[in-house]
């Protein structure tokens, strides 16, 4: 479990620095590149695509060449990008350039993850265990990224906020050098798709649950500023509940789910998640706004550690890096659509309870479908199927 914790900790620091440019990038290129809300939906989408197809290679490639070699590779990509953006003149005020390069640095950031997931896997007594270790250095990453983010927009800039994002990064890349083992099996399995059916249903469920959670970019941001009038030091705070309420309650959750088991435990989870984002709508206050991110947050917890769990268990262990990113893959094309449902809902309407029911209407498409396949498998699940 001591490789766990160390890239845990390589997850968590990276997690400070992409989720501090990721959250407000769509603010970013509104408020400050002009771009509009629709076309401001459609970068992400496009940097989605791109994304998820390096993240279902890139799992294959962590086998063939050594997860920890691909995690290298991807923080000194993402390293150099933000170098780039803040020494190339004009090129972070550019409404052309600088998307090109977000795009770049969306993708980099996906090939990690697969080869993450592996190895939290293969360096991992008890998977779920391991995967829950993981979801709290995430949430800590992804909780005081944007409250610290927030305050550097506040107070400094947005050129202060990438210069941070690339000393996360490189601090990130220094720290992964301590992973203690490669893995990957040199051959591999190749660049195949997967046939293992959990791992395929699961894949088509999690990339409609991933189309809400792709809401806390355009969507989010923009309704609690634009409609809701909350400042944007205040909107770092209520993604930092979100990280907060991960690491207190991810330990209670996970001894829960044991004792529930994983099928209740994934469409509870997914359920509150959904109605979490779902019941932003309703919010027209900063404490309201609060509440609904502790109630998405239990949802979290109890089915995102669950998810890797399953495909690992399912998963052969030369297999295991394929798996994961197809499973990535299917969640980042779920984020990749996603803003741009939020950008159209905005071009749609400005009513609040219309546009979260727009925009979460996927993820309770796809708890019914989990309930519906594995209904009849509940003993099964975390079982090879």
């Known amino acids: ?94 409404p052309v350039y600088y998307p090109v390069a977000f795009i770049v640095i969306m993708s980099a950031n996906s090939l990690q993850a697969p080869s993450i997931n592996a190895l939290v896997s293969l360096s991992s007594s ?14 800590i990453g992804w909780g005081f990224g944007p409250a610290i983010g927030g305050f550097i927009i506040s107070s400094l800039g947005y050129r202060d906020l990438f210069f941070f994002a690339l000393i996360c990064l ?32 699961l894949s088509f469920v999690v990339f409609l649950v991933m189309m809400v959670q792709s809401q806390e970019t355009v969507t989010l941001t923009n309704y609690a ?19 907060l309420f991960v690491i207190l309650l991810q330990a209670p959750i996970y001894i829960l789910t044991r004792k529930i088991g994983i099928f209740r435990s994934y469409w509870i989870g997914t359920f509150l998640y959904v109605f979490g984002f779902l019941s932003y709508g309703f919010d027209s206050s900063f404490l309201g706004l609060m509440i609904s991110t502790v109630v998405l947050t239990v949802g979290e917890d109890f089915s995102f550690p669950v998810g890797y769990s ?55 498409a796809g708890l019914i479908i989990f309930i519906f396949a594995f209904k009849g498998k509940k003993a099964s699940i975390g079982k090879p199927l």
């Open 225 to 243: 500023v634009s409609i809701r009038n909350i400042a944007v030091s205040e909107l770092g705070f209520i993604y930092l509940t979100n990280g």
């Open 126 to 139: 008890v998977n779920l265990k391991g995967f829950s270790i993981l979801r709290v250095g995430n949430n």
């Open 1 to 94: 479990m001591n490789n766990v914790k160390i890239i845990t900790a390589v997850s968590t620091i990276r997690g400070f620095g992409y989720s501090s440019v990721w959250i407000y990038s769509s603010l970013y290129f509104h408020s400050i590149l002009k771009i509009p809300y629709l076309e401001d939906g459609l970068i992400f989408t496009v940097g989605g695509i791109f994304s998820a197809f390096v993240s279902l290679y890139g799992g294959s490639l962590g086998d063939r060449i050594g997860h920890k070699t691909t995690i290298l590779i991807s923080l000194l990509v993402q390293s150099l990008t933000f170098a780039v953006i803040l020494s190339v003149t004009g090129l972070a005020l550019s």
């Open 170 to 201: 490189i601090v990130s890349l220094l720290i992964s050098l301590a992973i203690s083992r490669n893995y990957g099996s040199k051959v591999g399995a190749g660049l195949s798709y997967s046939r293992n059916r959990a791992v395929l249903i």
């Open 310 to 364: 399953i495909v690992s268990d399912v998963s052969r262990p030369e297999n295991i890096g394929r798996n994961m990113g197809l499973y990535n893959a299917f969640m980042t094309f779920g984020r990749a659509l996603g803003p741009s449902i939020g950008g159209l809902s905005f071009s749609i309407t400005r009513n609040p309870v219309l546009l979260w029911f727009y925009t979460t209407l996927s993820g309770f």
